[in-house]
């Protein structure tokens, strides 16, 4: 099968009001496209793409990311487990939204994507 992406307005709106509930203002949700693929062989649920530095140089844009579900593995999930799963994605972005990403673990640091946090954040969403 060929793989294939399509605009995911749905999980733009979604994304959206997760950022807002939780107050993450340093996520420019303007620069965020959520797309869906069709036909992926990844293990993942969901996974995000930052645009590199020397990308938005060479095209003199600003740094942006991709939130990607996996149809296969993601619109088949609750939407509470979905809801966790985008939020685990925009942990990804680091507060500088400068296009990197922030790893699952850092030497040194504690696990900041950890589903104990995820829990957490997911909680203080949905008590606002």
Partial sequence: MIMRWEKADEISKRVEKIVVG????????????????????????ARIWGLPRVWQQSLAVEAHYIIEVISEKFDHLSQEEQEKILIHELLHIPKSFSGALVPHRGRGRKQHLSWRKIEQLFSQLNRA
């Fill in 22 to 45: 939780l107050e993450w203002e340093h996520v420019d949700i303007s620069r965020i496209v959520c797309m869906r693929s069709f036909g992926s062989s990844a293990r993942a649920r």
